[in-house]
């Protein structure tokens, strides 16, 4: 059974950071594509930053600068970290692996931006 775990969630100000985890199991994570993604309340699913097998990355124009994607070959994990955080980065935070017909998605964890 696969399973995507996301932590590290929690309330922030603005201006400060937050480091978020995804662990899987089930599956050989690290030749996976592994994304995040966020939705706010009452937005749709967008984007957030994704890390391929080889480690190619790629972000939302709107997280570049602020967000690092990256992959924890000693955790088996792959991490977000979020920097200058804004109120308007609220939302949950979802991780998810695909590799070719195969996706996962993972539970989310709630981000929480105060002004």
Do not use: H
Request: with cysteine; charged share 20%.
């Amino acid at each position: 059974q696969v399973q995507l775990v996301e932590s590290g969630g929690g309330l922030v100000q603005a201006g400060g950071s937050l480091r978020l985890s995804c662990a899987a199991s089930g599956i050989i994570f690290r030749i996976y594509t592994v994304g995040w993604f966020r939705q706010a309340p009452g937005k749709q699913r967008e984007l957030v930053a994704t890390v391929t097998g080889d480690g190619s990355t790629r972000y939302a124009d709107s997280m570049k600068g602020r967000f690092t994607i990256s992959r924890d070959s000693a955790k088996n994990t792959v991490d977000l970290q979020m920097n200058s955080l804004k109120p308007e980065d609220t939302a949950v935070y979802y991780c998810n692996a695909e590799l070719g017909r195969f996706t996962y998605w993972g539970l989310g964890t709630q981000v929480t931006v105060s002004s």
